[in-house]
């Protein structure tokens, strides 16, 4: 692989949303996962749980494109190529759960025939027609989604870690916010 | 990459992982990540199997009724209906609400007995239940809940769980044990008050003629902004004769005499009801749905429901709706009553698991239903 004309970092607006979107899919991982245990605290989550889901879908769409249409930065040298379709893969698995997540939620309200409430009297229509068993098949996916997005989200920040920490490879720098120029840490120490 | 390079940073690797350091930080990934794992699944409940969850609340409706494929864990047995609101539009000084603005809006609704058996015989001492869904434009829904008792029994989650199990059959013996009920009373001088209250309103002889009362406080916000605590009942149209005394004898009480009464009433002529909201005054409980407030409160006449059209589960769609009490539009807010929350997702396990089962016919059946 060559990295001559690779920019050294993901377009700015790339690298803003990665962060943005961290920040948020964490808090959203962990209000789903409480909210479904509580009783005291299921309404006011979900309540957040809905507006949420939807601008991390609209987030996701912008960083999608944003993706499609600048230049990702090359791997760092230390990354084999086995390694290379794994990390693809991963970053693949990620954006697609990121669209499918919210799209489930969204379509596992309608199909189970309740108003999709944002905030006041904001509503979504229906992405899919009133379906009992249809919602109960899209309940269980968004569960199992939102659980391999956890898995996935634990796999990248160790991958990220054991790069930047113990190999020292500088493939965090990809993805900083600020401005890095050359690729590669090593020198850094 | 060649081989060369690729030995390079085998090399670079090796020395890395020899280091103390390197060892250390590996240590501390591995920490960082299983603490990330561990609060995921603390916040999920995995760590106290044994503390009062949605789900754990509908599993004691399931251990004491069994599971009843296709039916509500509670208030299983029941009859859908549709109709409208009228607005008079004296709702609207204390909600901004669309429903309140003067004019017509449709409305689904169910009938139904407590309990999570959906073939039991009807009696007249079995709480009795008024679900109605307002359907707003733009796709806003106000969903309610009511029953025919004034107050509730309890005020917080973990006593309902309690009281339950207290007031239910035992699954083993069929029988309720007295014991418990008086054990719990005792604990709990606040339900034995509000069986007093309740007892004081005694049922009436049917559906048609029964007024439902939403139980839980609500908040009320009108255009400026102002927030009102508010209780909701439906008074009924229909003049309320006395209850029945009990019979085990079928020709005398059919064992859905409750459901023929009501639809032969609605196929005769439409039953109608008044919204009556009940305006709370700064100070009255809105955290305990078992306190009645002062019978002085203001009462606004918001409107008339009317049901005209009666169908069974079989063929509604109207058993697909999850009656969810804080399904709300703009102008309603849930108050700070712990049940409400609870309700809402106790509610929605018990849609979750019903809606993908195989659905089981109801006793209410389309040819009950046009008969």
Redesign the interface.
């Known amino acids: 692989?060559s990295n001559t004309k690779s920019p050294a970092q993901f377009a700015l607006l790339s690298r803003i949303l990665h962060w943005l979107m961290a920040a948020l899919l964490v808090a959203m991982?962990?209000i789903g996962?409480?909210?479904?245990?509580?009783?005291?605290?299921?309404?006011?989550l979900?309540a957040i749980h809905r507006p949420l889901g939807i601008l991390i879908l609209i987030l996701a769409a912008i960083r999608l494109a944003t993706r499609m249409f600048t230049r990702a930065p090359a791997l760092p040298?230390?990354i084999?190529?086995p390694e290379q379709y794994v990390a693809k893969a991963s970053e693949v698995l990620l954006y697609t759960l990121f669209i499918a997540l919210p799209l489930v939620g969204w379509g596992m309200l309608s199909a189970?025939?309740?108003?999709?409430?944002m905030f006041?009297?904001v509503?979504l229509?229906?992405i899919l027609p009133?379906k009992?068993?249809l919602?109960?098949?899209l309940?269980?996916t968004h569960t199992i989604l939102a659980y391999l997005l956890?898995l996935a989200f634990?796999a990248h920040?160790?991958a990220v870690?054991?790069h930047t920490?113990?190999?020292?490879d500088g493939l965090l720098n990809r993805m900083v916010p600020w401005p890095v120029r050359a690729a590669g840490g090593?020198s850094r120490g | 990459m060649n081989t060369r390079e690729s030995n390079q940073l085998t090399e670079l690797t090796v020395t890395s992982f020899e280091s103390g350091r390197s060892l250390g930080r590996l240590a501390g990934i591995g920490a960082l990540i299983a603490v990330i794992a561990g609060l995921f699944l603390l916040a999920g409940g995995w760590f106290t199997p044994h503390a009062l969850t949605p789900k754990a609340i509908i599993n004691t409706f399931e251990r004491l009724n069994g599971v009843h494929s296709g039916f509500r864990r509670n208030h299983a047995k029941g009859v859908c209906v549709t109709g409208f609101f009228e607005s008079n539009g004296q709702g609207q000084a204390i909600s901004r609400a669309r429903v309140f603005v003067p004019g017509r809006v449709s409305i689904l609704g169910r009938f139904a007995l407590a309990g999570g058996q959906p073939y039991a015989a009807d009696t007249p001492q079995t709480i009795r239940s008024l679900a109605i869904l307002f359907k707003l434009p733009d796709g806003e829904e106000w969903r309610t809940a009511m029953v025919n008792i004034p107050i509730f029994v309890v005020n917080t989650p973990k006593e309902f769980a309690e009281f339950l199990v207290a007031s239910s059959p035992d699954p083993a013996t069929g029988k309720v044990n007295p014991a418990a009920m008086s054990a719990f009373l005792a604990q709990h001088p606040e339900t034995a008050a509000a069986l007093k209250v309740i007892g004081r309103h005694p049922f009436s002889s049917g559906f048609g003629d029964s007024p439902y009362y939403a139980l839980n406080a609500f908040r009320f916000v009108n255009a400026n902004g102002d927030s009102t605590p508010v209780r909701w009942s439906v008074v009924p149209d229909q003049t309320l004769a006395p209850n029945q005394a009990f019979s085990p004898n079928p020709a005398r009480m059919g064992k859905n005499y409750l459901f023929d009464a009501l639809i032969a009433q609605i196929h005769a002529k439409p039953l109608g009801w008044h919204l009556i909201l009940t305006v709370g005054q700064p100070g009255d409980p809105t955290a305990d749905a078992a306190l009645q407030w002062p019978p002085d409160r203001q009462q606004i006449d918001a409107g008339t429901v009317t049901f005209n059209s009666i169908e069974s589960e079989d063929t509604s769609p109207i058993r697909d709706i999850n009656f969810d009490p804080l399904v709300l539009p703009d102008g309603i807010r849930p108050s700070d009553d712990p049940l409400l929350s609870a309700r809402s997702a106790a509610y929605s396990v018990s849609f979750t698991r019903r809606e993908g089962e195989r659905k089981e016919p109801s006793a209410i059946s389309t040819s009950e239903v046009q008969k």
């Open positions: 692989m991982l962990f996962v409480s909210m479904v245990s509580s009783l005291g605290d299921y309404h006011g979900l040298r230390s084999l190529q189970g025939h309740y108003p999709i409430v006041g009297a509503h229509p229906p009133a009992p068993a919602y109960a098949t309940r269980e956890f634990l920040l160790s870690l054991f920490l113990i190999l020292r090593e």
